[in-house]
């Protein structure tokens, strides 16, 4: 039982590894024109066009633009000078606390 297991497997792998082996060499037997290809493209593009539904949307529409709400809501700079006390800090920490606060860098 085992060995004809082992000799149908043995006969079903040679067959792939031959047949493998036997195939095409890898070159290709027609040239292709890219010219050709172009035409063939465009044709299919044709048809495909003249199948498809008409929806009658119109692209061209100068629309006007419209603002976005949220830039209306924007956050003012404060009119006097802010003063912060940093007693008691590293200077690392210091310096980048208004960053972290404001997002912008410090001017040294």
Avoid: H
Avoid at 43 to 72: C, F, H, W
Avoid at 79 to 85: A, C, L, R, T
């Amino acid at each position: 039982m085992k060995l004809k297991f082992k000799t149908t497997i043995f006969f079903i792998m040679s067959l792939l590894i031959i047949s493998g082996c036997a195939g095409n060499s890898g070159k290709i037997k027609k040239e292709i024109s890219i010219e050709d290809v172009k035409r063939e493209s465009l044709a299919t593009v044709d048809e495909t066009m003249q199948i498809a539904p008409v929806s009658g949307y119109n692209n061209n529409l100068n629309k006007p633009r419209r603002e976005m709400e949220s830039s209306n809501n924007l956050i003012n700079k404060p009119d006097f000078n802010i003063s912060i006390s940093f007693k008691n800090t590293k200077l690392s920490e210091a310096l980048t606390c208004p960053w972290k606060l404001g997002r912008t860098k410090l001017n040294s």
